[in-house]
C-alpha cells in the first residue's frame, strides 16, 4: 500500500492525518484492552486476581507515614512531622521567641 503523499493535496493530508489519528487511538485502546487482559491471566495463574496485586503493590511502594515531632502548643491538634514544609504555626511560634526544641513532642 504506497501512497504518492507528494500528489496529495494539503486537504487530502489533513484528511489522512485525521483519519491515521483516530486509527492510533482505536489500536492504543485495542492494545490497552489486550494488556490487561493478559495481565489478569497472569495474575490468574498464580491465584490472585490484579486488582489483588496492584494494591498490595501501592501499598508497600508508599510506605508507613511519618510519626509526628512537633506539637502545637496553642493548639494540639496540629502536629508537624519534620519533614517537608514548617506549617505557618511553626513559623509563627517561632517568630514569637519560641525554640524549635520547645515544640517537641
Known amino acids: ?14 484528511e489522512l492525518r485525521g483519519q491515521v489519528e483516530k486509527a492510533l487511538k482505536r489500536a492504543e485502546t485495542r492494545e ?8 489478569e491471566n497472569a495474575a490468574a495463574e498464580y491465584g ?3 486488582s489483588e496485586l496492584s494494591g498490595d503493590v501501592a501499598k508497600s511502594a508508599k510506605g508507613p507515614k511519618a510519626a509526628a515531632k ?3 502548643p496553642n493548639d494540639p ?6 519533614r517537608g514544609r514548617k ?8 517568630k ?3 525554640d524549635i526544641s520547645d515544640l517537641e513532642i
Open 48 to 50: 490472585f486476581s490484579l
Open 87 to 94: 506549617p505557618q504555626w511553626v513559623h509563627d511560634v517561632l
Open 32 to 39: 490497552r484492552k489486550e494488556a490487561l487482559k493478559a495481565a
Open 96 to 98: 514569637a521567641g519560641a
Open 1 to 14: 500500500m504506497a501512497i504518492d503523499f507528494d500528489k496529495m493535496s494539503r486537504k487530502e493530508l489533513l
Open 70 to 72: 512537633y506539637r502545637n
Open 77 to 82: 491538634t496540629q502536629t508537624w512531622t519534620g
